[in-house]
């Protein structure tokens, strides 16, 4: 038995194991809290300093463009040098730029730039953190939890607008924006200093020949003696030659067309439907803008939730079928809720309201299974460059999402559009077919991962990649004209 047998062996997880957890759902928090103050702050400036709507969309969707770049960017650096030091470059990038935030000058003409520019890094450091974040625990876990566990770490996500809710409530009639922004600074600061007492991913140090580092960063984890874990490493652990390019990537097909349009589909429907719920529970329900807020809770609790129960049914049926089971009814509950906006059920309750609650348990829900997913069916050398280029660019779906809405419904203002409950059908069928996307990609192309160790799932890739290209490396001969010593010359 190698050392990362005995990692994947054990039945449950250490105080080490779980503390690496937290943190790591600490990081997603934080990340998504800032998502959330952005908004708090236009609520702050908009009228004193007479933001435009072309000025309020730029600051909103500048940290997603950041995003993207971050998330392709560090995702390659995290296979170069390491996760451990680019992750500890995540989370110092996104909190100095939210601290330099604080110290936006209060000036109308020039204050909104340095904003739009500050959230650029703010969402670049963020990208980078999340496509990190995620195989860095894989990478400590044994195969059993890997699903359920890193599931729990994306139900950070609504837990971060929770957290920004609670500061929001509690201090910003004392401190303002600027002081809440410093609170999140400190919140960042202290995850760092968390953060420094992880060593590094033991699979990346395998990768790249430190193998008694390796060996160390098992026994920390599983917190026992290193001399008490062999030193052999089996498989696509053992040490590789050169680093992994970019343009390997192209050598997986299968992973890069599953990675990437699993988190656009998911990505187009969710943030479209997002921005435009607090709207639509106003227009539809004809309730006041203060109590969409209210409802907007349900909702939330309902993707916290879906969060929780689907990762756990990951580890039941598996990542392909849960996958595809909550891609496929976020589609048809999105037209069920279209169809059903004047229903009600006993005691008034709108039949819409429920619909949507279960909606965002599976749309938002389902990331707890694309995030996880996107790390695992890429090769160790790989794993943060591909999940960062997939999330990278599924995070175009932020801005084709709710730019697409704001076709249909024929309005400019695509983040928060003048919805009307005429074009619901259409707009909701616009994001059905995107989560539809998702769905069947893992349904039909999707690779099950369920209790494999990373280093099986290696072996799996791998042997589909060279499947994939034998018929180009024949002269893109037909196998059956193929000679026996022919055959045997291009196996070896």
């Known amino acids: 038995m190698d050392m990362f ?55 909103l969707l500048s940290s997603g463009i950041g995003a993207i770049v971050g998330a392709i960017y560090f995702g390659r650096l995290a296979d170069r040098i390491g996760r451990r030091r680019v992750f500890i470059t995540t989370i110092m990038t996104f909190t100095l730029a939210t601290g330099a935030l604080a110290l936006t000058p209060d000036n109308a003409a020039f204050g909104w730039i340095y904003i739009v520019l500050m959230r650029v890094i703010v969402g670049f450091g963020a990208g980078g953190l999340y496509v990190v974040d995620i195989p860095m625990v894989q990478e400590f876990l044994p195969a059993a939890k890997r699903g359920r566990i890193t599931g729990y770490v994306t139900s950070a996500v609504p837990l971060g607008f929770l957290v920004g809710s609670i500061l929001v409530w509690l201090f910003a009639d004392h401190i303002g924006w600027r002081g809440i922004l410093m609170i999140a600074v400190g919140l960042g600061i202290v995850l760092l200093l968390l953060r420094l007492t992880i060593p ?82 106003v227009l539809v329900l004809g309730i006041p803008a203060a109590l ?28 392909r079928a849960t996958g595809a089971f909550a891609g496929i009814t976020a589609a048809a509950l999105l037209v069920m809720a279209a169809l059903t906006e004047d229903l009600e059920v006993f005691g008034g309750v709108s039949v819409f309201l429920l619909v949507m609650i279960i909606v965002y348990f599976f749309a938002e829900g389902g990331f707890a299974i694309v995030g996880p997913y996107s790390a695992e069916v890429w090769p160790s050398a790989l794993r943060t460059t591909g999940m960062g280029f997939a999330y990278g660019v599924g995070g175009i779906g932020k801005v084709i999402g709710p730019l697409g809405l704001g076709l249909i419904v024929g309005s400019s203002n695509f983040v928060k559009p003048d919805a009307r409950t005429a074009t619901l059908l259409p707009a909701f069928s616009y994001f059905a077919a995107w989560f539809l996307l998702c769905g069947l990609m893992f349904l039909l192309f999707g690779l099950e991962t369920k209790g494999k160790s990373l280093e099986t799932l290696d072996a799996e890739i791998e042997a589909q990649r060279k499947c994939a290209l034998r018929p180009a490396e024949l002269g893109m001969k037909d196998p059956s004209t193929v000679s026996p010593r022919q055959d045997e010359v291009t196996r070896r």
Request: glycine residues 8%; positive net charge.
């Open 200 to 281: 590094e991913s033991p699979r990346y140090l395998a990768r790249n020949g430190d193998i008694e580092g390796a060996r160390r960063s098992i026994a920390w984890a599983l917190e026992i003696d290193p001399s008490t874990l062999p030193l052999e490493t089996s498989g696509t652990a053992a040490p590789q030659q050169r680093p992994a390019q970019m343009r390997e990537l192209f050598s997986y097909p299968r992973s890069l067309w599953v990675s990437t349009l699993t988190n656009l589909g998911a990505q187009t429907g969710y943030y479209g439907i997002a921005l435009w719920t607090p709207t639509l529970f």
């Open 5 to 59: 047998s005995e990692l994947d062996s054990r039945p449950r997880l250490t105080r080490r194991q779980k503390v690496l957890t937290v943190i790591a759902t600490w990081a997603v928090c934080l990340e998504f809290l800032d998502y959330f103050i952005v908004g708090f702050i236009i609520v702050f400036i908009g009228s004193s300093w007479n933001l435009s709507f072309g000025q309020s969309s730029l600051i």
């Open 292 to 319: 969409s807020g209210l409802y907007m809770i349900f909702a939330t609790l309902g993707a916290l939730v879906g969060r929780f129960v689907l990762s756990h049914l990951a580890e039941i049926l598996g990542r």
